[in-house]
C-alpha cells in the first residue's frame, strides 16, 4: 500500500486545516487507516484511527476539535482539524494497517508539516 498525504501548513491557533491521505496498491487488505503526529523532540503518536468498520480512535487531546473521515471511493482519509492550537505543532503521518496471511503490516505517508502559530 502506498500513501500520499497533503494539507498540512501554518495556520493561527484557533484556525483549521484539512490533511488528505490517499491510499494506492492492495487497498482491499487495508483494516485500518489513521494519523500520527510527531512534535520535535518527541515520540509518534496516535492522533486519530478509522476502521474498515467504522470504529473511530482519538486521542484525548484531539477529542472534540478534529473528526477523522473517509471516502471509500476515492480510497481517501481525511483529518479536519478546527480550533487548533500550537501544541498541535507536528508532523502528521498518515498510517495504514494492512493483513496479509494474517499478520499486520504497516504503511506510512511521507509526513505533513502543521505549524500553528499563537
Known amino acids: 500500500v502506498q500513501l500520499q498525504a497533503y494539507g498540512g501548513g501554518l495556520v493561527q491557533a484557533g484556525g483549521s486545516l484539512r490533511l488528505s491521505c490517499a491510499a494506492s496498491?492492495?487497498?482491499?487488505?487495508?483494516?485500518?487507516m489513521g494519523w500520527y503526529r510527531q512534535a520535535p523532540g518527541k515520540q509518534r503518536e496516535l492522533v486519530a484511527v478509522i476502521t474498515r468498520g467504522g470504529r473511530i480512535n482519538y486521542a484525548d487531546s484531539v477529542k472534540g476539535r478534529f473528526t477523522i473521515s473517509r471516502d471509500n471511493a476515492k480510497n481517501t482519509v481525511y483529518l479536519q482539524m478546527n480550533d487548533l492550537k500550537p501544541e498541535d505543532t507536528a508532523v502528521y503521518y498518515c498510517n495504514a494497517v494492512t493483513v496479509v496471511l494474517g499478520n499486520n503490516f504497516a504503511s506510512w505517508g511521507q509526513g505533513t508539516l502543521v505549524t500553528v502559530s499563537s
Open positions: 496498491g492492495s487497498i482491499s487488505s487495508i483494516n485500518a
